[in-house]
């Protein structure tokens, strides 16, 4: 949307490679967003097909958990954090990796983040203690931004994913406000 005048763009937690999100997650307690992740994507791209790649267990998974929203737990209903915690995908595939399959490889390729350099200053903020977004990832993303000329504020915050959105915003909207104030953003990049 070119006719929007961004003056800056301040974002936390960024997912920037599903692939290596997933392979972290998968197992873990927070597997079940990894999968919500995989029944969203699946829904989005018609080129993936779920009888060829996931089992009946799987595409029961895919039904039930495209009907709920995380963290729906905190109202007492099911939600995929509680009914997929420490689940692999692999029970739920008929292949070994679903990760690997070529058109999967192709979708995560596609919306990995980096492939194009921001316009417009950025603040990007991230938890040295992630348990959903890999920080090296987060470090790429930057150095990529960097290396391509963009205006990079980042701040890596000793926190984890839902600590660093309670005290991560303070300085996110001290950012933006600045922007539209008409300030001079600083630069993390050299």
Known sequence: A?????????????????GSAGRHLDGGLLSGIYFAAVAGLARAYPEVDPQALFNDKGLRMLGNIGQMC??????GTWDPILAYAFQRMSRYTKVPQLLDVPVVQRILAENK??????????YIYQATLDELIPIQDVDQLVRTYCSGGAQIRYSRQLNEHIGLEITGYPAALAYLS???AGRPAPNSCF
């Open 113 to 122: 983040l980096g492939q194009r350099i921001p316009s417009v200053p950025m």
């Open 2 to 18: 070119p006719e929007v005048n961004l003056r800056g763009v301040a974002v936390g937690g960024v997912p920037a490679d599903l």
């Open 178 to 180: 600045d922007r539209i």
């Open 70 to 75: 995380v963290g729906q737990f905190m109202t």
